[in-house]
């Protein structure tokens, strides 16, 4: 059928029945990323099978790791750079409907990753069967880049599976299991991975019908009322969630959707439009840098081999313990040392429930628990190949325990600790292997907070340095090797933003209104209500530590509440009143008049000490630094991280407002040293160490 036809991304085969097989198979890379190479090979297949007419036809990949996992973003870039992303956006979406329209069955058979534009190829496809395990996900992931479908996935999944079901899915970018979407209607059956293409060929000999009550209720929901009845709720309900000025690719999907009509070549043209431009909004360019610098944390480390089985944790506290609970779940074997099983016996029961919740089958969980073990003597740090020190941040206590622990260790084991904020200079004195010692600074909640802090100091071998890059890919955290000083990077540049509000605090602004202006500048949660949920004690204690050094005072108030027992969310008191775990946020006086800088006390302060440590060398490059402080405290993503912040408002008028803010307030807000770093002045080079999304 072929003849004459040659593929470098694409195998085609024709049984005997001449159903037609199409692989996807991207030449020179690991995952099918769908460029515009993939795309042209593709429109000449389907030019050849509208001829042609076979009885049918199944489009499955080749790889390993998944069916597709998107669009080639670093094309994308270059098509934003070069103000061609309609143009591009159109032409794959002819491509998808001219597949679309072929008159005979197509079957996408999905396994692994199926992600953005390789959904929307599957969505363009008749009938999907996917692989019934855990590995297969299925997502249009977009608007985490500041965008949204642009090949039809806007157009065709609300006519699929009903746009009650479809916006949240784009809303979101949350990935569907094969279940899941066997559920929704979005695949027509599951099979077991062994058997996929068998029962892709089932398929289309014998193709379901979706039940007429699903089918009512899907066009139900698009009819012209629908939309103009549901897209207002929708906005509302997004518009509590975002802010449409920091995030406007939800509103702009919400409307896509409300404006498309019954015809499918409309639909396309405003969905094309709209990604467009988006393309051009800060918000999307910020987003798809994050992207980069994100893979380039999971890229940190190389191929270096960790050699890392059996990890020992000494203090089974909240950090502690969460930190084995979660080396256990990813498959690592994990003692658990403190002194007594009273402090540890509550660490294996919050290990428990966060199996529970991850991991759905008894197999798997008991598993998990077996895999993570009391150790009360302390017996398993013979056998480690990792300790990780957590206990309570005292450097005295630290270095009295390495003394203790060290000449027990094996001969190429690694002492990492998780302090937070304590110089490892100050850490590695008297150690008998300095260069097998490094931080590891998890944050807390462990299982949701990302990033992990690889913390050096300058006896530290660069072959260790790589191997807890690598456990920190294997555990899945993004790690980011920092420099040994005070507060290393996240904590440093936090602390200044804390204890500024603190003090906006005692000074009579309400919590909820500081929290409302960090939100409206796009944290995601407030400085009263994270300093809640951090805990007071632990605010304190890092603050004490960090203060001298960063020039600062810890506030008034603090120390009486901690008296009182008041240490945020864990005791249910803080700063705020906590129930069912939400902080209760008394109401503001409506004669109150906010003091008009009051966002640039709290911000400006951690954007002054991002440059400090851009100057000190915390981290390796401006990359890195927004990447850690994104990832580490979340810090608005779709402003690019503080560097980028900087650079965008532009440096000059960002030293202007700090001396404005010196000259009434003090010297903590005068600008540090770095404001002349050449990193300031340039764009910072994107990082396209990954193919798509």
Known sequence: MFEGLRFNHWKTGEGDDGIVTLTLDRANSSVNAISRAVLDELEQIVERLAIDKPPGVIIHSA??????????IKEFVEYARHDTVRENIEHGQRVYESLARLPFPTVAAVHGACMGGGTELILACRHRIAADDDKTRIALPEVMLGIHPGWGGTARLPRLIGATEALPIMLTGKSLSA???LGLGMVDRVARADELLAEARLLLRHAPQHPFGRRAKAWASNTWLARQLLAPMMLRRTAAKVRREHYPAPFAIIDVWKRGGSGIQQRLKIEARSVAKLAKTPTAQ??????????????????????????HVVGAGVMGGDIAAWAAFKGFDVTLQDRGMTYIQPAL???RQLYEKKLKTPEKIEAAVRRLRADVEGSGLASADLAIEAIYENAEAKRELYARIEPQFQAAEILASNTSSIPLDELRRNL??????LGLHFFNPVAQMPLVEVVRHDQLDPAIEKRALSFC???GKLPVAVKGTPGFLVNRILMPYLLEAMRLYSEGVPGAVLDREARKFGMPMGPIELADTVGLDVCASVGKELAPFLGLTVPPGLDERLAAGKRGKKDGQGIYVWQDGKPQKPEV???????????????????????ACLADGVVDDADLLDAGVIFGTGFAPFRGGPIQYARSEGTDKLKARLEQLAQRYGDRFRPKNGWSHPALSQGGPDRPDAPAV
Do not use: C, S
């Open 589 to 611: 006086d409506k004669d109150y008049v906010m003091p008009p800088d009051l966002q640039d006390r709290m911000i400006l302060p951690m954007v002054n000490e991002a440059i």
């Open 349 to 351: 029961d919050r290990a």
């Open 179 to 181: 279940r899941r979407a």
């Open 286 to 311: 910020n987003l798809i840098r994050i992207f980069f610098l994100q893979e380039r944390l999971k890229g940190q480390g190389g191929g270096a081999d960790h050699g890392i089985k059996h990890v």
């Open 63 to 72: 790889k390993p790791a998944g069916f597709a996992v998107g669009a080639d």
């Open 473 to 475: 890919k294997a555990i």
């Open 432 to 437: 008998a292997a300095p260069q097998r010692f």
